[in-house]
């Protein structure tokens, strides 16, 4: 996840606005929505919000290492990696 947002800090505007930003926007979204699901069983997770292109990397940063702290096992780690490669090979960074 480290390795995709890095990616993201250094790929051209075009890139970003490509398709790029937009995969690690909705990466994040899942990563953030898994937790809160762990987190606060029960209820509505809260979307996050688009906060620019620019900003893509550092949200992915965050909702993927506060979804690390609530991963039980290494099946859980392993779909958290699967689901980092694929927005990354996505993304195309």
């Given amino acids: 996840m480290d390795q995709f947002a890095d990616r993201l800090r ?7 606005q490509r ?3 937009a ?3 909705a ?4 990563l953030a929505r898994r937790t809160q699901l762990e987190e606060e069983p029960g209820t509505a997770p809260r979307e996050m919000p688009d ?15 506060d979804y690390a702290l609530v991963l039980k096992d290494e099946g ?10 694929e927005a ?3 993304a195309g960074v």
């Fill in 23 to 25: 995969e690690a926007l």
């Fill in 76 to 85: 859980e780690v392993a779909e958290a990696a699967r689901l980092v490669e």
């Fill in 10 to 16: 250094a790929a051209p505007q075009s890139r970003l």
């Fill in 51 to 65: 906060a620019g292109m620019f900003a893509a990397a550092d949200q992915i940063t965050v909702a993927g290492h």
């Fill in 19 to 21: 398709s790029a930003a």
């Fill in 27 to 30: 990466l994040a979204r899942e």
């Fill in 88 to 90: 990354r090979e996505r």
